[in-house]
């Protein structure tokens, strides 16, 4: 079995080693311009479109990461018939939730406001905001989001989530379609993005989805930057509508030194490191969905390319 | 029914308010220095000597909040054979569990340190720490400890819980009583202290406890300031050995605005609001436990005095 390998930025040499040891009998190599020989399987993050190009006799391409627009935006590269496959968690889920409850207790808890005064040697007391007039509103249902909607009820938050179709998860309220987008946003306090990259999606943390939120009301994005319209975030934080934001991911990353996110108090920045690809959980995963492949079973975590994810 | 209030920089007419509401036919009054009528129970938070003395007719004192040491402080002042019933919860278990949480994974994630970059427009990853590695020891394994422990395994965090008695929490590994001590702080990356305050448990997080922690621990103080050694923490984080602290709890409260704490950039500090006794929560919580005593049922929460808990 020949397995073609390229991740972008990625330690090559260390995903070789743990994708042999899980796969002993298969031939891995790190895949170089001109490489058309033959393969059965690439495994990728954000690959050049001469990669995959042609490449009709591939039985699967495994994406290293949850959001799969990357590839997608290879279009007409992408091997015409072959199954595009998602990680569908390895490990992500549980780091997502960790940063989307950090997130929000920090705002909630009003630890932002404590680290400020005790900058200024300051000990006062800050009124406790009520949870009950406290949703968080999670922007995309899928694996993802449920996990984190799990992190949030075990908090007692009241937990809202919007997606395409209508998603029952115990506990939480669920709201789906364009018709129920703006009810949706106007009881989110917290405004969690976690919607994949599609031509749909892109741009749609806007002024007007951003003014529907209530007053006062924290943005949190770690799906991508090109959901956000940066400026509309800065302008509606200037006149005071929204209170804040923490973001992990950007329209340009690594963050320009002169963006104006870096002046902005009330911006957390963090440098994509919501979720990261564990090396691990990764490659097992892949593993058992070749052998899945290699019996003729079916694999959990398909694409479906004319949805975007 | 009499029952007399005092709370110690309490809001006294808001208690009377909802303590009225919840107990209709009974006469609440504020006690107030001179008064000795009588009275069939206590409500109160860090009451003077006084109040208490020689009122040996209550059937009960109701203590507003989880740690009863402010109470048994008084010894000898407080009427024999009273019981002194504590708050099992009432709303503050959870908010325990958030704070925890927050503080756990503030250090876990290194947001700490993003927030530094973050100032200095600086956009850096930062290799995560691992989370087999990274157990969480919660010292003190009462109805707050085990909230705190199953906010954090829901994370997957490696839990260890140590308390005099040895209990029995699912996913917890327990120690149990002074011979454990030392096993569980060497295994503890973050030292959580939630403990009642006793002679026994005053100044338990002092230099001696505080080395035997893993080198780079993270010590959490939301128990009672009395409970730490100040002296020594501030030495251990000079001195390398301890990566941080979050200390809800102070010997001096406020916090003089001299006190070396504040200069710390590694102790985040906050104003004793970690978990607040929830009005509604505590006076539904006693007007039911006074019911069960006019029957003749028995109470949960009850102090036991000599053991200070």
Known sequence: MQIIFYADGGAAEQWLTELHKALPLADVRVWQEGDSAPADYAVVWKPPAAMLQGRTGLKAIFNLGAGVDAILQLGGSLPAGVPVVRLDDAGMAV????????????????????????????????????????????????ILGARIAEALLQFDFPVRGWSRSRKEIPGVHSHAGVDELDDFLAQSQVLVCVLPLTPGTTGI?????????????????????????????????????????????????????????????????????????????SVRQIAAKIKQIERGQPVAGLVDITKGY
Chains 1, 2 share one sequence.
């Not at 409850?101 to 005064?117: C, G, I, K, P, W």
């Not at 090109?226 to 400026?231: G, Q």
Request: charged share 25%; hydrophobic share 40%; net charge neutral.
């Open 205 to 281: 943390l806007d002024r007007a989805t951003l003014a529907k939120l209530p007053k006062g009301a924290y943005l949190v994005n770690v799906a991508r930057g090109a959901h956000l319209v940066e400026r509309d975030l800065v302008d509606l934080l200037d006149a005071g509508h929204l209170g804040g934001a923490m973001l992990d991911v950007f329209h340009d990353e690594p963050l320009p030194s002169d963006h104006p996110f870096w002046n902005q108090p009330r911006i957390t920045i963090t440098p994509h490191v919501a979720a990261l690809t564990l090396r691990g959980d």
């Open 95 to 142: 780091q997502m939730a960790e940063y989307v409850s950090y997130a929000v207790l920090r705002y909630f808890r009003r630890f932002d406001e404590f680290d400020a005064q005790a900058r200024d040697h300051q000990w006062r007391f800050l009124k406790p905001r009520r949870k009950e007039e406290f949703s968080v509103g999670i922007l995309g249902m899928g």
